[in-house]
């Protein structure tokens, strides 16, 4: 009698298919779970998450007054389109001295005004208000207004984007993710 290697059976067959095509389904399915997952350590290195971006020449912004300005986000997609140009206030506080605040409110996110009559900025969702240097005058916020790091070079005002605003910060601070998150 000689000893030969046993067919295998077709109930085996259909049992190893299944677990190779269950494996092969758990695998595709464990991708975007593992890029979510590692997305804060991908975003860290792009480059230009963190940069200095040029607002135009500080002609542009008078002494004394509060101007709109907006700048393009320098970590875009093609996709991004007009989501990508972002605004922010500009104060000339005595002509060397700049604030520059995201216009976002500190409550919930919505778009500020600046309003020159009362000197204020107002935001039309639930009546907050903000004196013109970005502290709270009343209404729902709890703090002032998000402020948002500058620099003067060549003329030009400078301004530091990356991190997104929230309520957590400081007022008058950068906002800045710890090393871990």
């Known amino acids: 009698m000689t000893n030969s290697p046993e067919r295998p059976s077709r109930r085996g067959i259909f049992l190893k298919l299944g677990l190779l095509l269950n494996g092969a389904v758990g695998l595709?399915?464990?991708?975007?779970?593992?890029?979510?997952?590692?997305?804060?350590?991908a975003r860290d290195r792009?480059?230009?998450?963190l940069a200095w971006v040029s607002l135009g020449g500080v002609e542009n912004f008078p002494a004394g007054q509060t101007r709109l300005a907006t700048y393009r986000n320098p970590v875009v997609t093609p996709s991004d389109g007009e989501t990508a140009s972002i605004p922010c206030w500009v104060r000339n506080v005595?002509?060397?001295?700049?604030?520059?605040?995201?216009?976002n409110?500190?409550?919930?996110?919505?778009?500020?005004?600046?309003f020159p009559q009362s000197n204020l900025f107002?935001?039309?969702?639930?009546?907050g208000a903000y004196y013109a240097d970005g502290s709270r005058a009343s209404g729902p916020p709890e703090r002032g207004m998000f402020?948002?790091?500058?620099?003067l070079e060549g003329g030009n005002?400078?301004?530091e984007v990356g991190d997104m605003p929230t309520p957590g910060a400081v007022?008058?601070?950068s906002v800045r993710r710890p090393p871990w998150a």
Do not use: N, T
């Open 28 to 41: 595709l399915l464990a991708i975007p779970v593992v890029r979510y997952l590692f997305s804060p350590v």
């Open 46 to 49: 792009k480059p230009g998450y």
């Open 94 to 103: 005595d002509g060397q001295k700049f604030q520059v605040f995201a216009i």
């Open 105 to 114: 409110c500190a409550h919930l996110g919505c778009p500020v005004r600046w």
């Open 122 to 127: 107002m935001c039309p969702c639930h009546g």
């Open 147 to 151: 402020e948002q790091r500058y620099k």
């Open 157 to 159: 005002l400078f301004i």
């Open 171 to 173: 007022a008058g601070l």
